[in-house]
């Protein structure tokens, strides 16, 4: 406190506000903690610290603890062997709801139309935040939790297309081992690495109960005119049904994708 006019102790005046109302050094810290989340997403997989501190001329005592900030929260990873930072799952999430409000009534149409033909669940999921995040789901045909495609693409038929269509999923994974999530995870890098060549050959993907033991999928995928990945149409059920799944059905859902694609490119 401090001396007023009058002789009388008064409180400090507070902090000036900065446009929207936060404190100067709040407001400061948030635009900076935007700009580091912003700079990972342009730098890529396995930005370090240090460059991202060089790109945005910050300490590197203020990135380190925004970064760990970030991470906790889970906008920003560390990738495996401490090879530098890429985008967390809550962007993914945020980048999925955000598709989810955009999936025009016409698209959502062609997906119901799927599914009351089709002998399986349809699922379908955007890859608009980067990773693939279901943004219709089939109601009878309970997904997974909403980032398990995301944090395991080696183990889902959405993230397999993902991976195929980068060239390197090394890059994407990092150097660590595959994480087994049942008996039926590929864990060897020269198994995926064939698994990825086959899908990038067919154009398309299966996940037969390696994401979870008694859950497949047949991904197809959604691509815009110049032919990039959007999005894509997976045929669920249990093993059994998607090993032997009726060409029909597997036409139909190819079809769809086909026409899916002038909607959400």
Known sequence: ???????????????????????????HAVRNAFALLEEVARAGPGV???????????SP????RLLNLLVALQYVERQPGARGFTLGHKVAHLAGLVALVHV???????VEDLRSRARTGVHLASYAGGVPALVDPDPAQPPPP???FARHLHASAFGKLLLAESGDWRRSLGEAPLRRLTPQTLVSPADLDAELTGVGR???AYQIGELRPMRACLALPV??????????VALTGVPEQIRSLDPRDVAAAARTARELSPLLT
Do not use: I, N
């Open 1 to 27: 406190m401090t001396p007023g006019p009058s002789g009388t102790w008064a409180a400090p005046a507070p902090a000036a506000a900065a446009p929207g109302g936060l404190p100067g050094r709040q407001s």
């Open 48 to 58: 370090t610290a240090k460059q991202v501190a060089g790109a945005l001329g910050m």
């Open 61 to 64: 005592a203020t990135t380190y």
């Open 104 to 110: 025009p009534v016409a698209a959502r149409r062609l």
């Open 146 to 148: 909403a980032d398990a």
């Open 202 to 204: 067919a154009d398309r």
């Open 223 to 232: 691509r815009s005119s110049a032919g990039r990945l959007v999005a894509a």
